[in-house]
């Protein structure tokens, strides 16, 4: 029966350019060397790594100034561009707003009138309320022969909704 080790194929293969490059643990290195003292498929693999000779590509610095004002001048474009997308707003929306606006100031005129309207019934309903007040209140024949009768003015009393 064959021992399971702790790194597979797969694993080796995915370690390779850092084992090459020794940035591997300590615990890395001795697993991959036991896995290749018992796979000749890695090792070769490992080998073949190893020969091919890899050079870091070179990178110009750019220095130039006009280089750099073009760069610029395309970054600031491109945030203009961004600005007045986010700035204006598209006509469905503005149409929503404005039908959303109409419907409550619709919706707020016709609730002012309607307590307008309100206030007009309890206003002369109070009035009436007073009037009976008074009536009821007044004098019969024989208690003004005794007393003077005080003439009663109407003051409406404001109540709130």
Same mark, same amino acid.
């Given at each position: 029966?064959? =021992? ?28 991959? =060397?036991?896995? &290749?003292?018992?796979?000749? +498929?890695?090792?070769?693999? &490992?080998?073949?790594? +190893?020969?091919?000779?890899?050079? +870091? ?18 970054? $600031?474009?491109? #945030? ?8 204006? &707003?598209?006509?469905?929306? #503005? ?5 959303? $606006? ?26 009436? $309320? =007073? ?25 409406? +009393?404001?109540?709130? $909704?």
């Amino acid at each position: 029966m064959k =021992e399971q080790l702790p790194f597979t194929c797969r694993d080796v293969h995915l370690c390779s350019a850092a084992w090459l490059d020794e940035q591997l643990s300590p615990a890395e290195y001795e697993f991959i =060397e036991e896995h &290749l003292q018992s796979c000749p +498929a890695c090792e070769e693999f &490992l080998q073949k790594m +190893a020969e091919q000779e890899f050079e +870091a590509p070179q990178l110009k610095f750019v220095q130039d100034d006009a280089y750099w004002q073009e760069m610029d001048q395309v970054l $600031l474009e491109e #945030i203009d561009k961004e600005e007045k997308k986010q700035s204006s &707003l598209p006509w469905p929306m #503005i149409v929503l707003y404005a039908a959303a $606006l109409l419907l409550s100031l619709i919706w707020g005129l016709q609730h002012r009138q309607r307590a307008i309207h309100l206030e007009k019934i309890v206003d002369s309903q109070q009035q009436s $309320l =007073e009037y009976w007040e008074r009536i009821s209140q007044q004098q019969t024949p024989e208690d003004t022969q005794n007393k003077p009768v005080k003439p009663v003015k109407y003051v409406p +009393a404001r109540m709130e $909704l």
